[in-house]
């Protein structure tokens, strides 16, 4: 490359917001109804109709944060509980458990997917506990048939973060259709679809749907004058909790009606990103990210390089060299364990974690989003290969 043509940064992540998306919003802002209404409403119903299981109840939130407070506060989770969860997520999984007051208890990850390990969810059951929150790390699937059976078996509630998962199948459904008690997706800017901020909240559960749609906004009943309507005048309404200020606007609703439909384009990019890396790399002293099983779809919301322990550098190291390339590369992510607040809290230790701590120690994430080119693969993987020979 001649220092006089220098190639332009190439961002970690990037949405790919195009014509229909904007124009949508100019509609929603000139039609006047920039909060919660009808789009808000028919991005919900896409989104049932996306996952194709009419038994759905699907709920737009203003983040999958907001989706995972109120399927907690749904199943009823308060001071004294205890929901189980893994150490190698972002922080929003667990923070929502504290919200309702409740304790959290963080296992380790299977060392080769760095999803939750299910034989470690297991002996991390206590009397106190209520429920398990697994991660569908980076868009791969978590052992769902055994988690669920376990859960079962112990009779604990299931929620999943299924910000990565969008789409992800295990053993054919996608992820938003398994038997868990309810599943939250993100649509944050950097996820495989966005509406800028914004989440939807996805149960079979009647009582959880109808109460979550409660607590989202306000503590608002409409059941309670569903039931009078005739009578009832436009202006009356009932307060039955102090609930929360979550509503998708339709302004954000607007971007994710269209991001939704090509959410199964987008992914076929990222697939092919993912492929380009395995083969870019594949020589490199790098672990690799693990595929999905033969017929499941894998989100690659991220693609996750871990150094080989004959590597000679330091993860750091190839980190700086990558941004001084003009590439820009994160960590997903410094595991809960480390962090001051979660480490002091539970008095937590790395050793606790071994596998998690490994794999943080080793891992750079690489870009990968559905504005990226195969060329853009190839100079990662050419930066790469400068940094692993240093
Ligand atoms: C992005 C993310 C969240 C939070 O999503 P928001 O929509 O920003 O609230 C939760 N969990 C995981 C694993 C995430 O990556």
New binding site residues.
Partial sequence: MSAATPLPFLHFALPDIGEEEIAEVVDTLRSGWVTTGPKARRFETDFAQFLGDSGLHCLAVN????G?HLALEALGIGPGDEVITTTH??T??AEVVRYMGADVRLVDVDPVTLNIDVAAVEQAITPRTRAIIP?HYAGLAVDMPALLALARRRGLKVVE?A??ALPTTVQGQLVGTLDSDATVF???AN?TMTTG???MLVTRNADIASRAKVMRLHGISRDAFDRFSAKVPSWYYEIVAPGFKYNLTDIAAALGLHQLRRAHAFAKIRVGLAQAYREALADLPLILPADAPAGESHAWHLYVVRLAPQATCSRDSVIEHLYQEGIGCSVHYVPLHLQPYWRDRYALKPTMFPHSQAAYEAMISLPLYTRMTLDDVHRVAKALRQALAR
């Fill in positions: 983040s999958a944060t907001a995972l997520t972002f929003a999984t991660v973060d910000a990565h993100s649509f944050y996820k901020e914004g989440g």
